[in-house]
C-alpha cells in the first residue's frame, strides 16, 4: 500500500539570530507526528532551502529523520542541471528516507519533451520513491497532463503534489490512479480530496494540525458532511495564511503560537503586522 495518503506537513525551518534552530525543528517534528499527520517534507519551499548552504540542508533533513521516530519523511530537490541533480538524488539514495520530492526545473522553461526526460533520469538515478511537484507558478513551466501520464508508467514514480490549479488535470489523474495525488495548493485540497485525491502536502496544516487531520479522515471514510465542517471551520485561516509570501504567514502564527521566533532570511520577510495580529486573533478563537 502507498505511503502517500493523508496530511503530510511540509516543514518550516526555524532560525534564531540567524542559524537554523534544531531544537525548535525537532519539537514541531514530535508535536505533528502526535498529532497523527502521515509524513513530512523536509527542504521543500516552505523550509527556504535556497537559503541555505548544502550543509544546513543535510543538517536539517538529519534532524527531522531523527524527530520522526519512524514516520516517512520525503526529501525535496530542485534544480535546473540535469547531473547536478541527478548526483543530489542519488546522495540522498543513501539516506533513511522515504522519498524524494521533484519539481519540474526552474527558469530555462524546457519543452515537455525536456521536462519528461529530466523526471525520467532522476527516477532512473533514484532508490527511492519520486513524488512529482508540479508548481507552475515557482518553477516557470507547467508539467502537462500528458507528460504526466507517460511519467505515471515509471515504477518509481509514485505521487505528484499537484499545484497546477488546474480541477481538470487533477481530476484525471485520480481517475487514471496510478499517481497519488496530494493536494498542494491548500486552498484545493478539499476539492481535490472530495475528488478522490490521496491527501495534501499543507503548509497551513502547520497549525491546527488535528483538525486538518480530521477533515483527510472524514472525506475518506466517506463522511463529507464532517469534512464540509470542517474546512469551513479551517477557512478563514486558510485565507490569511495564503494572503501573503510562504512561509511567512505560517512562521508568524507557529511563533505567536510560542513554537518558533518569528525569522526568515532574506530577501524573505516576516509576515506584516497587520497578518500577524490577525493570524494570532484566529488562533486564540
Not at 85 to 93: D, I, K, N
Amino acid at each position: 500500500m502507498s505511503i502517500f495518503s493523508g496530511i503530510w506537513i511540509p516543514l518550516v525551518t526555524p532560525f534564531q539570530a540567524g542559524a537554523v534552530d534544531h531544537r525548535a525543528l525537532a519539537a514541531l517534528v514530535a508535536r505533528y507526528r502526535d498529532a497523527g499527520v502521515a509524513g513530512f517534507a523536509a527542504l521543500g519551499t516552505t523550509g527556504e532551502p535556497a537559503a541555505m548552504s548544502d550543509e544546513e540542508q543535510d543538517a536539517v533533513l538529519a534532524t527531522i529523520l531523527r524527530a520522526a521516530e519512524g514516520l516517512p519523511v520525503i526529501a525535496g530537490v530542485s534544480g535546473n542541471q540535469t547531473v547536478a541533480v541527478r548526483e543530489r538524488v542519488s546522495w540522498l539514495g543513501d539516506r533513511p528516507i522515504d522519498g524524494v520530492l521533484i519539481a519540474a526545473p526552474y527558469y530555462i522553461r524546457p519543452s515537455q519533451a525536456g521536462i519528461a526526460d529530466y523526471f525520467s533520469t532522476l527516477a532512473e538515478a533514484s532508490a527511492k520513491p519520486i513524488v512529482i511537484y508540479d508548481i507552475p507558478y515557482r518553477t516557470g513551466v507547467r508539467i502537462e497532463l500528458d507528460t504526466l501520464l507517460a511519467l505515471a508508467a515509471h515504477p518509481r514514480i509514485e505521487a505528484i503534489k499537484d499545484c497546477a490549479c488546474s480541477p481538470e488535470t487533477t481530476l484525471a489523474l485520480i481517475l487514471d490512479g496510478r499517481l497519488r495525488v496530494l493536494a498542494g495548493n491548500d486552498d484545493a485540497m478539499f476539492t481535490s480530496m472530495c475528488m478522490g485525491g490521496a491527501g495534501a502536502i499543507a503548509a497551513t496544516a502547520h497549525v491546527r494540525t488535528e483538525r486538518f487531520v480530521a477533515m483527510h479522515r472524514a472525506l475518506a471514510r466517506g463522511d463529507l458532511e464532517q469534512g464540509r465542517a470542517i474546512y469551513h471551520e479551517l477557512a478563514p485561516l486558510l485565507r490569511a495564511l495564503a494572503s501573503e509570501p510562504n512561509p511567512a504567514p505560517v512562521k508568524a502564527a507557529l511563533a505567536a503560537e510560542g513554537w518558533i521566533a518569528n525569522e526568515l532570511r532574506a530577501p524573505m520577510m516576516p509576515a506584516s503586522e497587520a497578518l500577524s495580529r490577525e493570524l494570532a486573533a484566529l488562533l486564540t478563537v
